[in-house]
C-alpha cells in the first residue's frame, strides 16, 4: 500500500520540496570562471531580477565553467515553458561579438515573457 507524503510543515526538513532548476521564465547565465566574468555574472542577474520580479522570472541560475572549450564564454539562456527543450538563447558574447547591453538584454527576455510590457527608459 503506497504510503501518502507528509503534509508540508514549514519547520519539518522532510515535508521540503526541491525547486525545479528550469521552472517557466527562469534565467541560467554561464560564463567562464577563468576569465573572472563572475562580478559582470552577478551583475546581470541583479538587473534581470530587478527589472522582471517574481513571478515574471522565476530565478536566474548563474554557471561558471572552468574547461578549455568554455574558455571566454558569456551566455544567457531563457526557459519560456515546462519543457526541458524550451530552453532559448538569449545572448552568447562570441555570436554577438560583445557583452549584452542590458537595454538590449531586457529587451529581448521583455520579448518572451513579457512582450507588451514597457520598459520604460529601456525602451528609448
Known amino acids: 500500500m503506497d504510503q501518502a507524503a507528509p503534509a508540508y510543515d514549514s519547520n519539518n526538513p522532510s515535508t521540503f520540496v526541491v525547486p525545479t532548476p528550469n521552472a517557466p521564465h527562469s534565467v541560467i547565465i554561464e560564463f567562464c570562471d577563468r576569465c573572472r ?6 551583475w546581470t542577474s541583479t538587473e534581470l531580477l530587478l ?10 541560475t548563474i554557471i561558471p565553467l572552468t574547461s578549455e572549450d568554455t574558455a571566454g564564454r558569456f551566455r544567457i539562456w531563457l526557459t519560456v515553458n515546462d519543457s526541458p527543450s524550451s530552453s532559448v538563447l538569449v545572448w552568447d558574447r562570441k555570436v554577438e561579438g560583445k557583452f549584452p547591453e542590458l537595454k538590449e ?3 529581448r527576455i521583455r520579448d518572451h515573457i513579457q512582450p507588451n510590457r514597457s520598459l520604460g527608459h529601456s525602451d528609448r
Open 51 to 60: 527589472t522582471f520580479p517574481p513571478p515574471a522570472l522565476k530565478s536566474v
Open 105 to 107: 538584454l531586457k529587451q
Open 37 to 42: 566574468w563572475l562580478h559582470r555574472a552577478t
